[in-house]
């Protein structure tokens, strides 16, 4: 019986540099700097029976190992199609130096060097069969890649999965009936019976990987074992390729040409160095080793860049925390590279799927990252995306919310970042921007491959999802919640910042292929400003179980009350924006008229205090309430008041309606679409405190008109449901990700 033969069929050493790829070439890095003598001696470490150096296209780093035990010589080849130039690599073994010699003239030509190779009797494989590395690769290459090769590497250890797996699935649906049909259309000779074994090698170039994977067989020796590989009885074993394993092999090659240009590495990367320099065995756990030192280094950097950037006497520094940042930058971009290009890679594998097996077994609806700078705040967006959350968790819907919180976490429909570093929004200081490390960001959406990203705030997060998108070539979707630039100019008072702010937005939401409006009016009036293509509606919904008139508390009302009889609510968050000043001024003027009244404030932020010591009498403020507590209070008010301006939608207008008290609200933003003026409510001009007391006065005498359209604006909201809304949500990832709603199978691969 046969021992068990293992080798590494493809890896390279320093020899390899008759590279053909141009960003290497660009950057003036060699294909790889690892000695002969540590590939051999690597892979025999890791259990390789047999050992081969399979260089472009020299034999040079093969012959400095021939003399050692169970070595083989062997070559990759740089071939392509003569008749539109789509070159293709060919791993050819145990050739001698007189083979390597005479194939030379015919590399121009793989239909030249396949037969020169038959000829020879020499084996040898077609490396990384759907690897573009020129013009894209089409069906019709892939189908003379068919006819002409019985030997595909299907596990490339440097290739991601779904392309080694596309490959090994291509191989495994040849039969010989099926050659003869591509023959015929080709007008090709097949030049192998009709069976296509797969093998499997680390196609290492920065040292960390060799012989992670590789091809076995029950074989002795290399005859045996090349012999196997001819008649299909071998296995591939091992990783496949990610972008993390890509980053470190280019951060390897930047390392090594900065060590032999003489270069000096700082001090704080000489650890991530230290582990790119290291052999070890478990390697899967060695990758990840070097990528948390490596987002440590960079957070290291990154504090040394940032203290005391804004103050004066920190000047004179100036120059060493520019370095940081450039240093910083640095070491990570070979991450953000090696997404890149492995995302490139999944499109085009994507596209050869579709054309020769269809969107078979593709799940109904799309998947999608929800990229939010606010998550557990009380907000109207922070709301919605929690209650996205909860229809996750139910199987409702595919998605995954990312945020930041103080330490990272994963849940069910839920994953949370430890940002790198906070800082508190000017003016604003209750609320924190949290800034993840885009390195770590990346490395998860990439894992997760969604259909669709969507980015719901323009803050850190926002633009964290915004980047991964761009960067793995995903769909982006942005769904529009406020207005930011009034929003600023409520806050600073400053023009200036008031408009960088909306151009900022402005270009935020041009990034996006689609963006969601919560309602019909906001749709048109992003129109209005260039989004005219591509704008749907995403209108939220509400939940009647929990905000209903059935939960009015005559013993909450008693007390908010407090000897009166009128009783106004104002839910939101109490900051100048919302413009809760207008409110206060017209009840004011109510109260000097009905002593009666009273109003309750719900809600809490930067303007609180000041408001709350300035108020006039009669006015509560109860701080943040949720669930229960706040659906009391709505369903315990006579009238629901609304003043702010800058909210495109308003989800406590449906909360508020949905629980019975009639709604007087700002004609601005999404009001005028969820309060029916004289029906449901009144709509008042914005800012004007004087009509708003007069709306609110004449609600407060005329019980019969509250309770007429209480009632209405209760059963309008309803109608507002959260299936409608993810439905919705579910069409826009669809058209965003171009998902049909019918998938028609292909039946078999088209011949």
Same mark, same amino acid.
């Given at each position: ?242 972008? *993390? ?5 280019? !951060? ?68 060493? &925390?520019?370095?940081? *940042? ?79 919180? %103080?330490? %990272? ?9 430890? /940002? ?24 998860? *959406?990439?894992?997760?491959? /969604? ?52 151009? +900022? ?85 109510? &109260? ?7 109003? !309750? ?13 300035? !108020? /006039? ?16 209070? +709505? !369903? ?96 826009? +990832? ?18």
């Amino acid at each position: 019986m046969d021992s068990l033969a293992r080798c590494d069929l493809h890896v390279h050493s320093i020899h390899s540099t008759d590279t053909g790829n141009y960003a290497l070439r660009r950057a003036r890095l060699g294909e790889s700097y690892t000695r002969p003598r540590r590939v051999y001696d690597v892979c025999r470490r890791r259990g390789m029976t047999l050992v081969t150096i399979s260089d472009h296209n020299t034999l040079d780093g093969a012959l400095e190992i021939a003399d050692l035990p169970n070595t083989f010589l062997s070559v990759e080849v740089t071939s392509r199609f003569p008749d539109d130039d789509v070159p293709l690599h060919v791993l050819v073994w145990a050739l001698t130096e007189e083979d390597h010699r005479d194939l030379q003239p015919l590399r121009p030509s793989v239909y030249e060097l396949v037969d020169f190779l038959r000829s020879r009797g020499l084996a040898h494989a077609l490396a990384h069969p759907l690897y573009r590395m020129g013009p894209p690769l089409t069906a019709s290459h892939v189908e003379r890649m068919r006819l002409l090769f019985g030997i595909w590497e299907g596990r490339n250890g440097a290739r991601p999965r779904s392309s080694n797996e596309l490959a090994a699935r291509l191989a495994a649906s040849v039969t010989p009936a099926y050659l003869e049909k591509l023959a015929e259309r080709h007008d090709l000779e097949p030049r192998h019976p009709g069976r296509i074994a797969i093998t499997g090698g680390s196609d290492d170039h920065g040292g960390l990987d060799i012989a992670t994977t590789f091809t076995e067989a029950a074989a002795a020796g290399v005859d045996g074992f090349l012999g196997a590989l001819t008649t299909g009885r071998c296995e591939p074993v091992g990783s496949h390729g990610s972008a *993390v394993k890509l980053a470190h092999a280019l !951060a390897a090659l930047g390392l090594n040409a900065f060590r032999r240009s003489g270069g000096t590495l700082p001090e704080l990367v000489d650890q991530v160095a230290a582990l790119l320099d290291e052999d070890v065995d478990d390697v899967l756990t060695h990758h990840e080793r070097v990528s948390r030192s490596t987002g440590a280094t960079v957070r290291r950097l990154g504090e040394s860049a940032r203290t005391g950037a804004l103050q004066v006497d920190a000047w004179p520094t100036l120059g060493s &925390r520019l370095g940081s *940042v450039v240093l910083a930058g640095v070491l990570e971009a070979p991450y953000l590279t090696a997404f890149q290009h492995q995302a490139g890679t999944h499109q085009g594998v994507l596209e050869l799927e579709r054309a020769f097996f269809g969107l078979e077994g593709h799940r109904s609806d799309p998947s999608a990252l929800l990229f939010t700078d606010t998550f557990a705040e009380a907000n109207g967006v922070a709301g919605t995306i929690r209650r996205l959350q909860d229809e996750a968790v139910r199987g409702e819907l595919e998605v995954t919310v990312v945020t930041a919180a %103080a330490e %990272a976490r994963t849940e069910p429909g839920l994953l949370a970042f430890a /940002p790198e570093w906070s800082l508190p929004l000017p003016t604003y200081e209750s609320l924190v921007l949290s800034f993840p490390s885009l390195r770590e960001v990346v490395t998860e *959406v990439e894992a997760a491959r /969604p259909d669709v990203i969507h980015v719901a705030t323009p803050g850190p997060l926002g633009l964290c999802g915004l980047a991964a998108a761009k960067l793995l070539g995903i769909p982006l979707v942005g769904s529009y919640h406020t207005e930011l630039g009034p929003y600023a100019l409520h806050l600073t008072k400053d023009l200036l910042v008031a408009e960088a702010t909306d151009a +900022y937005v402005h270009w935020f939401y041009r990034q996006c292929s689609i963006v969601l409006a919560p309602t019909q009016a906001i749709a048109h009036a992003l129109g209005d400003r260039g989004f005219d293509r591509n704008v749907l509606v995403w209108g939220r919904g509400v939940d009647t179980d929990l905000f209903t008139p059935a939960r009015r508390n005559e013993a909450l009302r008693t007390r908010l009350l407090d000897g009166g009889d009128a009783l106004l609510l104002s839910v939101g968050r109490v900051s100048d924006e919302k413009r809760i000043e207008i409110l206060l001024d017209a009840y004011g003027r109510l &109260r000097a008229e009905r002593d009666g009244a009273r109003l !309750a404030v719900v809600g809490d932020g930067p303007a609180r205090s000041r408001l709350e010591q300035s !108020a /006039p009498g009669g006015v509560t403020f109860l701080g943040e309430l949720r669930g229960r507590e706040l659906a009391a209070v +709505y !369903a315990s008010a006579d009238v629901f008041c609304f003043p702010s301006t800058t909210d495109t939608f308003g989800q406590v207008l449906l909360e508020a309606a949905a629980s019975g008290p009639p709604v007087v609200a700002a004609a601005a933003g999404g009001a005028p679409e969820l309060v029916r003026h004289g029906e449901t409510g009144y709509l008042v001009p914005p800012g004007d405190a004087t009509t708003l007391a007069i709306v609110i006065g004449e609600l407060v005498t005329e019980p019969e008109l509250r309770r007429r359209l209480g009632e209405a604006g209760a059963a309008l909201a309803g109608q507002r449901t959260w299936v409608r809304s993810l439905a919705e949500l579910r069409d826009a +990832y669809a058209q965003a990700a171009g998902i049909d709603d019918l998938r028609v199978p292909r039946a078999a691969v088209p011949v």
